[in-house]
Each structure stands twice: as structure tokens, then as C-alpha cells.
């Protein structure tokens, strides 16, 4: 059973436009979430976190926000480049817990 | 240095071969992790180590045995495997205790 789901497996943005990419969660106990982007023959690279006591989370371009009672997060990206194609992932994980449960994945392509 | 490396990057074995898998990080993480990927599926979760113990093995087969011999090191030994093990298997690292993973770039391994 699937605990964290990204619906869309694939996203197109023009440059210089917002990405926005959607997961959504079933696990009440998960207190924490993250992003990571994978590019193809490579392992998943860190991006952005945030932890259920907050509702945003802000890196650069990158901003992640939470909406804890509709158990859903979203990753936006703005402006998108081109070397943001990649798949992207979102985890999620609870206290004291060691594993990370992953979501399937969205493809961006950012098109220049 | 915030590098998870991992040997070989690609891997070809017969049935009744015997190889492993090789995984270091010296970033001083004290859990080390190793998942199991397969095309466009989440990375999934087979072992954990937390100060050199394993703390959760997923039900895996005994075909695949992890040993970690040291904080830095971590080995995945493959036996008698299975056509469908070929996936590109992934190791990580992270401080304990934290939810950031930090991932290696993995072995794509294909069984023939």
C-alpha cells in the first residue's frame, strides 16, 4: 500500500515559469517531509524539508508547503530552468523512525 | 566531503555468482542504508544500519546479506540472485538521529 503518492507522473513548464509538483500522504503519524531530485544513472540529491510544525519552507527558488489536515505537499519552483528536468521524489518519515517512504516520482522538463 | 561513493557503478552476474556491492561515506553518519530501485518505481527501503547494527531488514531475501564492517563502510554480499533482482540498488547515509538521507550515486545491476 502505497503511503505517499505523486499523481502526476510527468510535469512540462516553460523556462522562467513556476513548477509545481504535488504529493499527497496517508500516514497521519508522519511529521516530516522531504524532496529530492534525480537525474537519470545517478542516486536521489537532497533539495528541501520541512517539518510538520511548519506550513513553509523556502531555499532559493525552491519552496515547499504543507497542509497537514489535508495531508498534502507540493514543491514549487520559481522561475524553472532547463536543469531543473529531473525526476522529482517526496519522502516522508516520522519521529524515531529510520526509513523514508517514498513517492513515485514526477518527471519535469523544463522546455528553454 | 559530502560524498556517498559507491563500487562497481554497473554490474553484471550470473545466477550461481557470488559479488558484492561496496558503499563508503565520511561524512561521520552513523546509519547507512541500502535500497533497491527498480525502472520507474520508488527507491525501496532493505536494510538499515544504526552504529554498525542493523536495526531493519525489510524481509529480504537471504540472497542478499549487508555487513557493515565500520562507521564508513558499507558492503551488500549478492548470492545465487534472481533474473528479477536486476535493479539499480542505492546507499545512503545519515547523522542519527535525522530524516536528511544523503545517497550514492548506486550499481546497476543486471542478472543474467
Known amino acids: 500500500d502505497q503511503q505517499v503518492k505523486q499523481n502526476s507522473p510527468s510535469l512540462s513548464v516553460q523556462e522562467g515559469r513556476i513548477s509545481i509538483l504535488n504529493c499527497d500522504y496517508t500516514?497521519?503519524?508522519?511529521?516530516?517531509f522531504l524532496w529530492y531530485k534525480k537525474y537519470p544513472a545517478e542516486g536521489p540529491t537532497f533539495l528541501i524539508s520541512?517539518?510538520?510544525?511548519?506550513d513553509k519552507n523556502e531555499d532559493g527558488r525552491f519552496t515547499v508547503f504543507l497542509n497537514k489536515s489535508a495531508k498534502h505537499l507540493s514543491l514549487h519552483i520559481v522561475p524553472s530552468q532547463p536543469g531543473d528536468s529531473a525526476v522529482y521524489f517526496c519522502a516522508a518519515s516520522e519521529t524515531g523512525a529510520n526509513n523514508l517512504f517514498f513517492g513515485t516520482g514526477t518527471r519535469l522538463t523544463v522546455i528553454p | 566531503d559530502t560524498e556517498v561513493t559507491q563500487t562497481p557503478k554497473h554490474l553484471v552476474m550470473g545466477m550461481t555468482n557470488k559479488k558484492s556491492l561496496k558503499c563508503e561515506q565520511h561524512?561521520?553518519?552513523?546509519?547507512m542504508y541500502w535500497y533497491k530501485q527498480k525502472a520507474k518505481k520508488p527507491p525501496e527501503l532493505m536494510f538499515v544500519y544504526s552504529y554498525e547494527k542493523l536495526s531493519i531488514n525489510e524481509s529480504v531475501p537471504s540472497r542478499f546479506s549487508p555487513e557493515c564492517p565500520n562507521s564508513s563502510l558499507l558492503n551488500l554480499h549478492l548470492h545465487a540472485l534472481q533474473p528479477e533482482d536486476s535493479a539499480l540498488y542505492l546507499c545512503?547515509?545519515?547523522?542519527?538521529?535525522?530524516?536528511?538521507?544523503?545517497f550514492g550515486p548506486g550499481t546497476r545491476l543486471t542478472v543474467t
Open positions: 520541512i517539518s510538520s510544525i511548519k
Open positions: 561524512m561521520g553518519h552513523r546509519a
Open positions: 545512503a547515509s545519515s547523522q542519527v538521529p535525522t530524516y536528511e538521507q544523503y
Open positions: 500516514n497521519s503519524m508522519f511529521d516530516y
